[in-house]
């Protein structure tokens, strides 16, 4: 074969030979369960991409994630979760309900899951320890019951007349019967007689406390649980409320600021950010069963003077100078 024929053939299978693509980076991915709506949620998800930006990691940038929401609609949990696995996920964050945190653990007892723990996260089985949870999971505990009965002492504060107290929660939460026991048990050491009311939509709430003569409780204490954050079921119970001229102590700040009596609460942004660093932190190659079960470090007291005032209570001038915010 002549010289200029060999390398014309060189040249031909270079051009026809395929050139293989250098392997392209992939990003992890976090897969976002929450048995709420995108909307409801909006603030809580902007502090939660905030926390994970304190990390390192920027959604869109070097990090995917994957949201499914419920919509309230509790029993399509665990088929979201089982959707989710579908993705090749670097880690779960479960948040909107505990019943998000029993869906994601039911879908894998590997990948990493980091939670929003409304109640006690050992009583509830998720974890083995605050400290060592020793499995897949961990995250960011409430402790909604304990501080059920400081809502309660507060509430009671600014009516210690009051003698029947009413328990709102709603029959989906996954942790019902520890936190009506740990509210009634609060409620019977302050010399309280209680009733736990359950519901969770419009025309339950206002079938549920349509009090008849004598049955009408002096305090109302609404469950942390997100159904009552949704605007249209919270102004309901607020509604009612001004109508019975019942006083009602919330769960988060919103509630208040709406027109409830008021709330004590950690700082729900902050707790979101944690979430955030957490799973920033996992991303990193840290593990679950290494990063103890943290506890919120911000608290805040909320009291709305113009519903007192409605309601012709006069809030302890104590209790107004400890509040983290007093709406006229």
């Known amino acids: 074969m002549r010289r200029r024929d060999f390398a014309a053939m060189l040249g031909a299978a270079a051009v026809a030979w395929p050139v293989t693509p ?86 894998t007892q590997t990948i990493p899951i980091v939670a929003v723990f409304a109640g006690d996260p050992v009583l509830s089985g998720f974890v083995t320890s605050l400290n060592r949870p020793n499995g897949n999971i961990t995250g960011i505990a409430q402790f909604g019951v304990r501080l059920a009965a400081k809502r309660l002492e507060l509430l009671h504060e600014m009516v210690p007349a009051a003698a029947k107290l009413a328990y709102l929660d709603d029959p989906n939460n996954s942790a019902l019967a520890q936190s009506s026991a740990a509210v009634e048990q609060a409620a019977r050491a302050r010399g309280l007689s209680f009733r736990a009311i359950y519901c969770n939509t419009v025309a339950d709430i206002e079938r549920s406390l349509a009090f008849r ?43 208040t600021r709406a027109g409830g009596l008021t709330s004590y609460a950690p700082n729900i942004g902050g707790v979101y950010r944690q979430v955030g660093n957490y799973a920033g932190r996992i991303l990193k190659g840290e593990k679950p069963a290494d990063l103890p079960v943290q506890q919120p470090t911000k608290f805040n007291l909320v009291i709305n003077l113009k519903t007192a005032k409605a309601l012709g209570i006069t809030v302890p001038p104590m209790l107004l100078a400890t509040a983290d915010e007093v709406i006229e």
């Open 213 to 255: 003569e004598g049955e009408r409780p002096d305090l109302m204490l609404v469950s942390g649980f997100p159904t009552f954050v949704v605007p249209v079921v919270r102004d309901k119970i607020i509604e009612i409320a001004a109508k019975r001229a019942l006083p009602v102590g919330f769960s988060t700040e919103e509630q």
């Open 22 to 107: 250098r392997a392209q980076a992939t990003i992890p991915i976090i897969g976002f369960l929450n048995g709420r709506t995108a909307d409801e949620w909006a603030d809580n998800t902007s502090n939660f991409r905030l926390g994970l930006r304190d990390t390192g990691f920027e959604e869109g940038r070097n990090v995917a994630i994957e949201y499914r929401w419920a919509g309230g609609r509790y029993e399509k949990l665990p088929d979201l979760a089982t959707e989710l696995l579908q993705h090749r996920l670097s880690a779960i964050v479960a948040c909107g309900g505990e019943n998000s945190i029993t869906a994601a653990k039911a879908a």
